[in-house]
Each structure stands twice: as structure tokens, then as C-alpha cells.
């Protein structure tokens, strides 16, 4: 069995940035990504997808983004630049390597593969993500439905949805993107339990991420005081609120229920529609954590800004305000990754 100083659990921003962090600690960090290329979810993203931040404020450490630092980078861009990153990166990567279960001994963490592969590490960080755990709310009728039913972690493009009458389930930016894009080819409706609320890309002529940094916002530490984490407004340059304002996508509030593919709105009105598009979110891709209690019933780790509460020498990066607005971002994660390995190297030089 392969014995390791950390065990970095995936291959993404949260990973690379990780990996990163330890090596400046002085550690010899193993990357254990489940896909083939060391990216994490971003070649899997919807294919107009860009980034929300401009490439000046999209860069993990020891790397600037490159290009015109005003513009939003598109996600190959996005992919293209990790790849860059991995490849000068001084670590042990491995793709194709999903950890299935993580174990503990005598201080000592144990990974068994789903290849069946395994090795020890005195230290483990988890840095997976969420994309791999979609969350799927399921409206009364919906697991029945006939039509075709997907969650945005599926959906790439808006041609194979034209002339259908389409739902999108959601109010974030995900949601209001992918019904704004569907609308130029179907007809579509925003259903949300709440209206999406907007925030102005650009504010007085500056990218509205060079104010959260300029006022310390993106940094505040408030993570550990938020039991549910805020929702975020859409990130607009005034298409989207013109777009919902012109009625492509219209907005409802959800549907009450589905039979079949027919959908009765709130009030009370019915109508067949041809699919259902869930943007409602992700959930920690954790559950090979889950042997070891390091879990919430909800499956959320147990934390304090990245720090295992229940095990000596586990970490998290990558969660949703871990520590700040931007801990789960290309802007914020190394910040993170830098604090937690350097607990984590505290914790290994005395064990």
C-alpha cells in the first residue's frame, strides 16, 4: 500500500490551489482526481458558460490568469488555464482515481479506490466539489413525469430544446442564464419559490468584484457564523433583467404539481410541457467521508473555516462560504488553501 504525506481528494481549482498551499508547506501532496484530466467540473459545465469574475480577479496562486484581465474568461478558457496550472504544479497527480472510502486507524487515513487502489496518508484534504451531487428536489408528480426531466449539471445547449415548451426550476444564476439562453429557441418559464434578485456587473464603471475587494467584502470571515448560506443575486450586465422584463423567460412561481407532463401553476392553471430543467443547486460530493462520521446528517462537513472538527489531520477546501463570500471561487480559494495547510502542516510536524 502507497504511503502519502496528504491525500488531496480531486483535481479542480480547490485541489490544484490545495496542492499548492502544502508544497509551500514543505509537504508532498498526492492529487487524487476522478476525471481523466486534472480540471475538476468545468469541462462538464453547460457550453456558454463564463466566468462571473473578470480574468484580473480569476487567478489561483503562482498563476495570473493571463490576457486581457477586463474580460470574462469563457469555461474552455477556464479549463485550459487549470490544465496549465496542473501541468507546472510540482505534485503527484493522478486522474482516473475516485476515492470511494476513506477509513482512519490509529491516526492514520486510509482511501480505497473504486479501481481498487489504495493508500495511506497521515493527511487528507477534500476538495471534490459539489457538481458530482446534484441537488434534485422533487415537486409532487415529478418522479412520474413523461417528459424528459433534467438537472442543469446535464444540460450543455439550448438547439436541442427548440420549438419545446420548457420550465426552468430556479432563481440563481444558473437558472436565469440557462432560461435566458433557452428562450431564443423555445418557450420558456422561470418557475421559482422566490423572484431572482439582480446585481449590477459593472458599478460606476468597475467590475463589481474589484469593489467587494476593494472594500474587504470578499474577505470578511463570516463564513462560521452562517448556519444556511445566503442566497446569491444574478450577476447581470442588464440582458438577463431585460430578458425577463421583455418575457423570455417569463416568471411564475413554481408549479404546485405535475401529472404526467401536464403542470398546474400556482394559480391554478394547467398546461403540458415537454421538459423540466432543475437548477436548484449542488450538494458536498462527500459520501466517501461518510464511514467516518465527518458528516452532518445533510451530508455537509463538520468544520471550522476548512478544519475537520471531528478528525485530527482532515480538511475541506472548496465549500460555499468556508471562510468568506469568495471562498469557493477562483479569486478565493487559494486564500483558503493557504490557511488550511498550514494548520494541517502545524498538526503534521507534531504527530
Known amino acids: 500500500m502507497k504511503y502519502v504525506d496528504v491525500a488531496v481528494i480531486g483535481g479542480g481549482q480547490s485541489g490544484l490551489a490545495t496542492a499548492h498551499a502544502l508544497r509551500r508547506q514543505g509537504l508532498e501532496p498526492v492529487i487524487l482526481e476522478a476525471s481523466e484530466q486534472a480540471s475538476g467540473s468545468w469541462p462538464r459545465y453547460y457550453d456558454s458558460l463564463t466566468l462571473f469574475s473578470p480574468a484580473g480577479h480569476s487567478s489561483l496562486p503562482g498563476l495570473p490568469f493571463g490576457g486581457d484581465p477586463d474580460r470574462y474568461p469563457h469555461r474552455d478558457e477556464v479549463v485550459a488555464y487549470l490544465l496549465r496550472y496542473a501541468d507546472r504544479l510540482d505534485a503527484d497527480i493522478h486522474t482516473g482515481a475516485r476515492v470511494r472510502e476513506v477509513g482512519t486507524a490509529d491516526g492514520i487515513f486510509t482511501l480505497a479506490l473504486e479501481d481498487g487502489g489504495r493508500l495511506s496518508a497521515r493527511g487528507v484534504v477534500a476538495a471534490s466539489g459539489t457538481f458530482g451531487r446534484p441537488c434534485r428536489p422533487v415537486p409532487p408528480g415529478l418522479e412520474n413525469s413523461a417528459g424528459t426531466v433534467l438537472h442543469a449539471a446535464e444540460y450543455r445547449a439550448p438547439q436541442p430544446f427548440a420549438g419545446q415548451r420548457v420550465v426552468v426550476v430556479g432563481a440563481g444564476n444558473s437558472a436565469v442564464q440557462i432560461a435566458a439562453e433557452l428562450a431564443a429557441h423555445a418557450r420558456v418559464t422561470l418557475a421559482a419559490r422566490h423572484p431572482a434578485r439582480f446585481a449590477r456587473q459593472r458599478v460606476l464603471g468597475r467590475d463589481l468584484h474589484w469593489w467587494l475587494k476593494g472594500t474587504g467584502v470578499d474577505v470578511l470571515p463570516v463564513g462560521r457564523f452562517l448556519r444556511t448560506p445566503p442566497t446569491q443575486s444574478v450577476i447581470d450586465d442588464g440582458r438577463y ?79 460555499e462560504w468556508q471562510r468568506s463570500l469568495s471562498s469557493n471561487s477562483l479569486r478565493g480559494v487559494g486564500r483558503d488553501a493557504a490557511r488550511v495547510a498550514g494548520r494541517l502542516a502545524a498538526r503534521l510536524r507534531t504527530h
Do not use: C, N, Q
Not at 244 to 265: C, H, L, N, Q, Y
Not at 286 to 304: E, I, K, M, S, T
Open 241 to 319: 433583467r431585460a430578458a425577463v422584463a421583455a418575457g423570455a423567460p417569463d416568471v411564475r412561481p413554481v408549479f404546485s404539481e405535475i401529472e404526467g407532463m401536464k403542470v398546474t401553476w400556482a394559480d391554478g392553471g394547467t398546461e403540458e410541457v415537454d421538459t423540466v430543467v432543475l437548477a436548484t443547486g449542488y450538494r458536498p460530493d462527500l459520501d466517501y467521508l461518510r464511514p467516518v462520521g465527518a458528516l452532518d446528517p445533510d451530508g455537509r462537513p463538520r468544520h471550522r473555516e476548512g478544519v475537520s472538527t471531528t478528525h485530527a489531520g482532515l480538511a475541506h477546501v472548496g465549500p
